[in-house]
């Protein structure tokens, strides 16, 4: 039987076959299991104190996500450094299981026009944006980053006066799908409704070779990846954004969450750290004195030159 990995919740635990709060077994309450289908014997066990279930039949088991809050509340009230989000593997029936990705045409113009991006890169705006913050021009470029001059940007009606630096999307195999323009310059003389731009169609990952090593350090964005991977840390990759991570192509055992120090990025991080664990993955992620009071890896780069982040590779 090939059981499928997700998460399953005490309402729809109590909707199969409308079965309801179940029947009391000692301490413990009996269903008839969802995720393969029982419907003669009761054969999953739920603990109704603190949402650990188990199928005595299918083997599935896992903890309910009502449970999840108090779950990572009683990780984090843990002391270890960089605390780890230890592995419950969670198992649902198929009708909850996400959609796979679609994977559209790759584009080859993308990885033409990058390549023509690079060799506008140096003495540009780009290269100069790259320096105030701190990515050598070595590094960006060895990760495939350019620049787009204004007027040459592919994304019709999203050109900016002083060009873009340019990042790959890419896919598991490496293949460009799609490219990110960040508009350079002044901070303050760029709008921000065009401070960002990504070309239209799917998404991908900046670095995406990283997901396949067995611990990969994983960021919102760009900057912050590359201030990583020019502390030494190679095996990172961003995700533009917080929504962005595709877990179908994660291959990495230990995931390590490296995304911005406030209240937005502590609450995504939860939420992917649940997610990860119930994949079956080692998840951790920095401790929030790694940041040193910066809002981000890439400010505190800039700031001190150094991202201490322990013995992780």
Same mark, same amino acid.
């Given at each position: 039987?090939?059981?499928?990995?997700? *998460?399953?919740?005490?309402?729809?635990?109590?909707?199969?076959?409308? *079965?309801?709060?179940?029947?009391? +077994?000692?301490?413990?309450?009996?269903?008839?299991?969802?995720?393969?289908?029982? &419907? #003669?014997?009761?054969?999953?066990?739920?603990?109704?104190?603190?949402?650990?279930?188990?199928?005595? +039949?299918?083997?599935?088991?896992?903890?309910?996500?009502?449970?999840?809050?108090?779950?990572?509340? =009683?990780?984090?009230?843990? /002391?270890?450094?960089?605390?780890?989000?230890?592995?419950?593997?969670?198992?649902?029936?198929?009708?909850?299981?996400?959609? =796979?990705?679609?994977?559209?045409?790759?584009?080859?113009?993308?990885?033409?026009?990058? /390549?023509?991006? *690079?060799?506008?890169?140096?003495?540009? !705006?780009?290269?100069?944006?790259?320096?105030?913050? =701190?990515?050598?021009?070595?590094? @960006?470029?060895?990760?495939?980053?350019?620049?787009?001059?204004?007027?040459?940007?592919?994304?019709?009606?999203?050109? !900016?006066?002083?060009?873009?630096?340019?990042?790959?999307?890419?896919?598991?195999?490496?293949?460009?799908?799609?490219?990110?323009?960040?508009?350079?310059?002044?901070?303050?003389?760029?709008?921000?409704?065009?401070?960002?731009?990504?070309?239209?169609?799917?998404?991908?990952?900046?670095?995406?070779?990283?997901?396949?090593?067995?611990?990969?350090?994983?960021?919102?964005?760009?900057?912050? +990846?590359?201030?990583?991977?020019? @502390?030494?840390? #190679?095996?990172?990759? +961003?995700?533009?954004?917080?929504?962005?991570?595709?877990?179908?192509?994660?291959?990495?055992?230990?995931?390590?969450? $490296?995304?911005?120090?406030?209240? @937005?990025?502590? #609450?995504?991080?939860? *939420?992917? $750290?649940?997610?990860?664990?119930?994949?079956?993955?080692?998840?951790?992620?920095?401790?929030?004195?790694?940041?040193?009071?910066?809002?981000?890896?890439?400010?505190?780069?800039? @700031?001190?030159?150094?991202?201490?982040?322990?013995? !992780? &590779?």
């Amino acid at each position: 039987m090939n059981i499928l990995q997700t *998460q399953l919740s005490n309402k729809d635990l109590e909707a199969y076959r409308s *079965q309801g709060r179940g029947v009391r +077994a000692g301490k413990y309450l009996r269903y008839y299991c969802p995720i393969h289908g029982s &419907d #003669k014997q009761r054969s999953l066990q739920l603990n109704p104190d603190n949402g650990h279930f188990r199928c005595y +039949a299918c083997g599935a088991w896992g903890y309910l996500d009502e449970f999840k809050d108090e779950w990572i509340k =009683k990780q984090k009230d843990k /002391k270890n450094w960089g605390f780890p989000f230890r592995t419950r593997k969670i198992f649902t029936s198929i009708n909850t299981i996400p959609k =796979k990705v679609k994977k559209e045409t790759i584009k080859s113009e993308y990885t033409k026009a990058l /390549k023509d991006f *690079q060799e506008f890169l140096p003495g540009s !705006w780009g290269e100069e944006y790259l320096r105030r913050r =701190k990515i050598p021009l070595k590094v @960006a470029y060895n990760f495939g980053v350019g620049y787009s001059p204004s007027g040459k940007w592919l994304h019709k009606g999203r050109d !900016w006066k002083f060009g873009r630096l340019v990042f790959p999307h890419t896919d598991l195999s490496g293949e460009i799908i799609n490219l990110y323009g960040r508009a350079v310059g002044s901070d303050k003389k760029v709008p921000k409704g065009i401070r960002h731009d990504h070309l239209p169609g799917a998404k991908g990952v900046f670095n995406s070779s990283a997901l396949e090593e067995d611990s990969v350090f994983i960021c919102e964005g760009v900057f912050d +990846a590359l201030s990583m991977i020019s @502390a030494g840390h #190679k095996n990172t990759c +961003a995700i533009f954004g917080i929504n962005g991570l595709c877990w179908e192509w994660v291959k990495s055992n230990r995931m390590v969450f $490296c995304l911005d120090n406030d209240s @937005a990025g502590s #609450k995504t991080m939860n *939420q992917l $750290c649940w997610e990860g664990s119930i994949r079956g993955k080692d998840i951790y992620f920095l401790p929030e004195k790694t940041y040193r009071g910066y809002k981000d890896l890439n400010e505190l780069w800039v @700031a001190e030159g150094e991202i201490n982040i322990g013995d !992780w &590779d």
